[in-house]
């Protein structure tokens, strides 16, 4: 496989994950806004703003402008609409490795979310969103949301599992497990208290509301919640399954192509499973959140930077030894 | 007791209004009489509502959409993406046209590619006289890099598309050649699959030969070329990426071979050798299908300012480490002036009479010719010789003063750059437009294949001039296709 190919697949898949993501954030902060709360509505917005790296803005924040920042605005490179442009870019570019099926989901959903396009409205403009608007943006992000999950359905079932799929595995877990932690990192770090409401939106953020009670009640604890999200072996959106399935592709890749600096694969995978697999709760949210979740995407970081380095950018004179 | 019969009120045939002139109709011998070969369409499109054909085309432009099946407009910033638009109503060929049209093209393939390897070798025709050497040396296409240079096979044009059109009585005549990168097969390819989903019965009670293995013939033809005994050679498509206008047809055909789709930058050339750069580190390529101009190919070579090629691939080519399909220097074969001499280069080379004729071309270089047709610009359709996709034309009689003006100005500061044909009407065939069916001029390219054998998959790509009236059939200029139907019997 191309080394350019290889590298489209995996960001068209990165860039999937973030649309889904930012879609689910989406829905969950909306429908929280919806109800009256104790704490500004600007603070919960610029969590999820923040969360999709969003520069902080200092001025007061409408809700509406938010949704448009999050799922409309193009200038925003994390929203969905950024996201999803970015993916089909990708897929445009290795059209001939995917199959025909992934590409028509893909770029019906491109068009699905993208048309008509959606101008940010300025200054008295602002009075211009309508609540029509608003239905449609959730509708998209409704779209998206399950347009992703549909995306992987069909890329399993349709594509043969060879190198170029476990790019796309390797792609979706990483981008998984930073956006899981990124968003746990503004809940767990925050000072403020966070109220039932706000933990719902965290679990319905990461579609993990229904899994959370089946495992243990409705009663939302803190330690619980986080334990979920990042340690849970059975639930599959879990920054610990994330991990195995980092580990599953990025094995496959180094036991079929070996290749100078693998060994580095091998050390950060070993040392991010670990720090998921053999840990317990309270570790985490009783010691310093902050810095455990840092760590946690600092060796996604590394991984994607050794992935690079030995698959997609190797120097050509090394191969001739020149 | 019987009472007066209703009267029946008539539907109004999709045909009213549906208006013959001098030009060939495809599917009209005359008024409401359709030809034999068109008899299953006539009655379908009769007992079918125009809603239903409204619904039809919906569906069809529906599909061709969602599979991204689009082309890109040069030189407009936003929305450049289109799709290409498609006619619903197949454009019907019997087997005893195709017969002609397939023995006449493989004829003049074999007498291009023998004229192709004399003219970089011997140019034995020049020294008998039988084209003046002038006007081969000023073709801009004329490739000095690629004299004595074996080719294998001595194929130089495997793959190519002419483009032929229908005279009013009824014959076919090949327009101009494509020997380059000629493109639409895959227009051809997904334009059968979209038919065969929306008439399906229509499509089996017509019994249509099938032209679905393009790609396999395609794909052995390619590897047919690799000269070394690699058991299984590389083949490689190369694109000049994802901004290229036919980039959809680039990943669509190396998607349904099987094939990489490489760009420049994936290419490597190391000690006279291609590689590719994947995943597995460098892997050598033998067999190029290249999507991308001669001038592009090689920055050393050629155009220094090129990045969609490699550094180093003319080199690799002639060492004979890797085979480019087409090979380079082939425009000179397709040059419209050259083109005006191929009767006499099937004559030179195989000793036949041509199969398919050529349409009647004045050159700009003859004195008497030129002055006839500058006298008379408003008659004539002048061609700028090198250029394709309906670009640098003349259409006289649907030309302005000032145009003619211009055109004339342009012929005299290089007459060898441009042609003259008589304005030819071009046949007619049925087009759904609105809620009825309206003549458009189409023409027909079929695609050639030629290897080991010459194979030409039976139809092609028939381009339809989309506007009331218009000659001009390329997709760039407002035209459109049709699926094209070649019948078993």
Redesign the interface.
């Known amino acids: 496989?191309?080394?350019?190919?290889?590298d489209s697949l995996y960001w068209m898949s990165r860039y999937f994950e973030r649309a889904a993501h930012c879609a689910r954030v989406l829905q969950a902060t909306h429908n929280l806004m919806l109800d009256p709360a104790k704490i500004t509505a600007d603070e919960r917005w610029l969590r999820a703003l923040a969360f999709i790296g969003f520069p902080r803005i200092h001025e007061e924040l409408d809700p509406e402008m938010a949704i448009i920042r999050l799922a409309m605005d193009p200038a925003n490179r994390s929203s969905i609409v950024a996201c999803i442009t970015g993916a089909r870019?990708n897929a445009?570019?290795?059209?001939?490795?995917i199959s025909?099926e992934m590409?028509?989901h893909l770029?019906?959903l491109y068009?699905d979310v993208t048309q008509p396009v959606w101008k940010l409205p300025e200054g008295e403009d602002a009075a211009s969103f309508r609540s029509s608007d608003e239905a449609e943006a959730m509708r998209r992000a409704g779209e998206v949301r399950e347009g992703t999950y549909k995306f992987h359905g069909i890329t399993d079932l349709t594509m043969n599992h060879d190198?170029g799929w476990h790019f796309i595995q390797l792609g979706k877990a990483t981008e998984h497990a930073c956006s899981v932690s990124i968003l746990l990192d503004a809940y767990f770090s925050t000072k403020k208290p966070a109220t039932d409401l706000d933990w719902l939106c965290l679990l319905t953020s990461c579609g993990a509301f229904e899994a959370f009670c089946r495992a243990y009640t409705a009663d939302l604890k803190p330690a619980n919640i986080a334990e979920l999200l990042l340690l849970h072996p059975e639930f599959p959106f879990s920054v610990r399954n994330s991990a195995d399935q980092m580990y599953a592709a990025s094995r496959a890749?180094t036991a079929?192509?070996s290749?100078p600096g693998t060994h580095t694969i091998e050390r950060v995978m070993g040392r991010l499973r670990s720090s998921v697999s053999f840990v317990e709760v309270e570790e985490v949210t009783g010691g310093d959140p902050h810095q455990y979740l840092n760590d946690i995407i600092e060796q996604c970081t590394k991984l994607h930077a050794a992935v690079n380095d030995i698959?997609?950018e190797?120097p050509?004179e090394a191969?001739?030894e020149i | 007791m019987a009472t007066p019969a209703e009267p029946v009120p008539m539907r109004p045939s999709p045909f009213d209004g549906y208006e013959l002139d001098v030009a060939y109709d495809e599917m009209f011998r005359s008024k409401d009489k359709p030809r034999g070969a068109y008899k299953h369409l006539y009655t379908q499109l009769l007992s079918m509502e125009p809603e239903e054909l409204r619904r039809s085309k919906q569906q069809a432009d529906l599909s061709f959409?969602?599979?991204?099946i689009t082309f890109t407009v040069y030189g407009r910033k936003e929305g450049t993406e289109r799709i290409f638009p498609h006619d619903l109503l197949p454009r019907i060929i019997t087997s005893a046209e195709w017969k002609t049209i397939e023995r006449g093209l493989t004829q003049r393939i074999t007498a291009l590619n023998l004229f192709l390897r004399d003219v970089y070798h011997e140019r034995k025709i020049l020294r008998d006289g039988v084209i003046p050497g002038e006007i081969i040396y000023t073709c801009k296409q004329f490739r000095r890099q690629m004299r004595g240079v074996k080719v294998p096979r001595d194929v130089y044009v495997s793959i190519s598309g002419s483009d032929l059109i229908r005279l009013p009585n009824g014959q076919f005549v090949v327009l101009e050649d494509n020997l380059r990168v000629p493109s639409g097969v895959s227009y051809m390819l997904t334009g059968r699959k979209v038919m065969k989903q929306i008439f399906p019965m229509l499509y089996r009670k017509s019994g249509v030969q099938p032209i679905e293995h393009y790609s396999q013939v395609l794909l052995s033809t390619l590897r047919s070329l690799a000269t070394e005994t690699r058991s299984t050679p590389t083949v490689v498509l190369l694109s000049p990426?994802?901004y290229n206008s036919a980039?959809?047809e680039?990943?669509?055909l190396?998607?349904q071979m099987g094939i990489?789709?490489?760009?420049g930058?994936?290419l490597?050339v190391?000690d006279n050798i291609v590689f590719?750069?994947?995943?597995?580190?460098?892997q050598r390529v033998d067999v190029i299908y290249r999507r991308v101009d001669d001038d592009f190919l090689d920055p050393l070579a050629f155009r220094p300012d090129s990045s969609l090629g490699a550094a180093g691939l003319f080199n690799a080519y002639r060492a004979g480490n890797v085979v480019l399909s087409n090979a380079l220097g082939t425009g000179v074969a397709d040059d419209k002036a050259i083109y005006a001499y191929v009767p006499k280069i099937i004559k030179y080379y195989l000793g036949e009479e041509p199969i398919l004729n050529n349409v009647e071309t004045l050159l700009m270089t003859d004195d008497k010719e030129r002055a006839h047709v500058l006298a008379n610009m408003d008659k004539y359709v002048v061609k700028a010789v090198g250029e394709s996709g309906g670009y640098g034309m003349l259409i006289g009689p649907h030309s302005s003063l000032q145009q003619q003006q211009d055109f004339r100005e342009r012929i005299e500061a290089d007459p060898r750059n441009y042609i003259a044909q008589p304005t030819l009407a071009l046949s007619t065939a049925p087009c759904f437009v609105g809620d009825h069916v309206e003549p458009r001029h189409v023409d027909l390219r079929p695609y050639i294949l030629f290897g080991e054998k010459c194979t030409i998959v039976p139809g092609g790509l028939t381009r339809v001039a989309l506007r009331k009236g218009s000659l001009v059939v390329n997709s760039s200029q407002g035209g459109g296709s049709k699926d094209t139907w070649v019948l078993q019997n």
């Open positions: 496989m191309l080394s350019r190919v290889a870019d445009s570019q290795v059209r001939e490795e025909s590409w028509e770029n019906r068009h190198e890749l079929n192509f290749a698959y997609i190797y050509i191969v001739f | 959409f969602n599979q991204g990426g994802v980039y959809f680039h990943a669509y190396a998607r990489e789709l490489v760009e930058r994936d490597v190391h590719m750069r994947t995943i597995a580190g460098l």
